[in-house]
């Protein structure tokens, strides 16, 4: 009978459970591990926004420009502008965009280190226009290049686009368009 009582004694003894130490050590444990997997996600989520506002804005400086250039080539007259933060240009009879003699304006907004680029119907560009692509970041983007020697004047564009300012490099867009109408020198 002796052995019978100390089995159990000793089945009573594992029943207990867990002591309260044994609990608190194992919920710090779970705490420190949860903390960890949920600041990665969090960190990822931010990453994953970032690059998609990044291909975003790049995407937009790309369709801005392959607009830009259709409408300038077929372009009866083109005037920079503002510093070279506008331009103005009065389609010809070729274009399919608009009829021609219609006055399409482009132009960048913005302050500080992020800009806009739009486009207008008018003589006049404001924000109240189409957005073409943002997060530019100078307004200076327009630059007409006269005629040399046998060639036709064009327009360089430069797009530096960058979606996080101060943090990285610009990813810059460049175009020289050619003004078919313009006058040979």
Same mark, same amino acid.
């Not at 996600?41 to 926004?49: C, F, G, K, M």
């Not at 369709?63 to 300038?72: F, H, K, P, Y």
């Not at 003699?101 to 960048?108: D, E, F, I």
């Given at each position: 009978m002796g052995g019978r009582r100390e089995l159990l004694a000793g089945i009573r003894r594992d029943e207990r459970g867990f002591t309260l130490i044994?609990?608190?050590?194992?919920?710090?444990?779970?705490? $420190?591990?949860?903390?960890?997997?949920?600041?990665?996600?969090?960190?990822?989520?931010? $990453?994953?926004?970032?690059?998609?506002? %990044?291909?975003?804005?790049? $995407?937009?400086?790309?369709?801005?420009?392959?607009?830009?250039?259709?409408?300038?080539?077929?372009?009866?007259?083109?005037?920079?502008?503002?510093?070279?933060?506008?331009?103005?240009?009065?389609?010809?009879? %070729?274009?399919?965009?608009?009829?021609?003699?219609?006055?399409?304006?482009?132009?960048? $907004?913005?302050?500080?280190?992020?800009?806009?680029l739009y486009r207008q119907v008018g003589s006049s560009c404001t924000s109240s226009g189409k957005k073409a692509a943002d997060y530019l970041t100078t307004d200076a983007v327009f630059t007409l290049v006269p005629p040399v020697s046998g060639s036709l004047a064009k327009l360089r564009v430069s797009l530096p686009v960058n979606a996080k300012p101060g943090a990285g490099r610009d990813y810059r867009l460049e175009d020289d368009i050619v003004l078919r109408n313009s006058s040979r020198a």
């Open positions: 044994e609990l608190l050590t194992v919920l710090a444990m779970l705490v $420190i591990v949860v903390t960890a997997l949920a600041t990665v996600l969090v960190s990822a989520l931010n $990453i994953e926004a970032e690059m998609n506002r %990044r291909f975003t804005s790049q $995407i937009n400086a790309r369709l801005a420009l392959d607009q830009l250039r259709r409408e300038l080539h077929c372009a009866a007259s083109v005037t920079v502008g503002g510093g070279g933060t506008s331009v103005t240009v009065v389609l010809g009879n %070729r274009c399919p965009s608009a009829a021609g003699g219609t006055t399409v304006s482009w132009c960048t $907004i913005g302050s500080g280190s992020r800009f806009a």
